[in-house]
């Protein structure tokens, strides 16, 4: 299940009206104003166009309220004036993804912030033989940074084919198109890094 509330949030530090956000993608006001309030659970085709047009991850969406997320991290210190956090072994947050067979799990803590205005976030991917990270080319609002743990991938980056295997390690820029296959034959594992902006404060709609 998504989170709501953060594709609100999101939505408003865009400075989207439920009419524009209708006009980028294409669904109406009132079906994106039932996903915001929970009551519609919206395919990964289209929460893919809702995420590309706001300039965010998809995988953000799938992320637990910060309330939920403090919940789940049960360690999270200060230490002289820094705040840091561990994710125990098996304690991250699992995140499912609909119509794709990725695992996903986030390995950071959410609420951890590399400086005042940006959230450093890491996941680790496993990805099934010939299996496809995304039913088509995607890119993100920030930087991605990709280190192959385990396996081999054919990586698609704009209009370039190349392959990493175990112990590579792949920087994509900010809104470049790209895709990954694992093209062995184990399952592929992936930690990947991004750095995203912090959502501003919610306010009216």
């Known amino acids: 299940m998504i989170n709501c509330s953060y594709l609100r949030k999101v939505r408003q530090s865009r400075h989207y009206t439920l009419n524009q956000l209708s006009k980028e993608t294409g669904y109406t006001a009132s079906f994106l104003s039932q996903i915001e309030r929970g009551l519609r659970e919206p395919s990964l085709t289209s929460l893919r166009k809702i ?18 997320a403090v919940k789940e991290l049960p360690e999270i210190y ?14 991250g947050l699992q995140l499912e993804l609909p119509d794709l067979s990725i695992r996903c799990q986030m390995v950071t803590p959410p609420l951890i912030a590399s400086d005042g205005q940006r959230l450093l976030r890491g996941f680790l991917y496993i990805l099934p033989p010939g299996e496809w990270c995304s039913e088509k080319m995607i890119s993100h609002s920030e930087d991605e940074c990709i280190y192959c743990l385990q396996g081999k991938l054919r990586v698609c980056v704009g209009q370039d084919e190349t392959f990493l295997d175990t112990g590579d390690c792949l920087y994509i820029n900010a809104m470049t198109l790209h895709n990954f296959q694992n093209c062995g034959t184990e399952d592929c594992v992936q930690l990947t890094f991004t750095v995203s902006e912090k959502i501003a404060p919610e306010h009216g709609q």
């Open 51 to 68: 995420s590309e047009c706001l300039g965010v991850s998809l995988v953000s969406f799938f992320i637990q309220p910060e309330e939920q």
């Open 78 to 91: 200060t230490v002289q004036g820094q705040d840091y956090g561990i994710v125990r072994r098996g304690e």
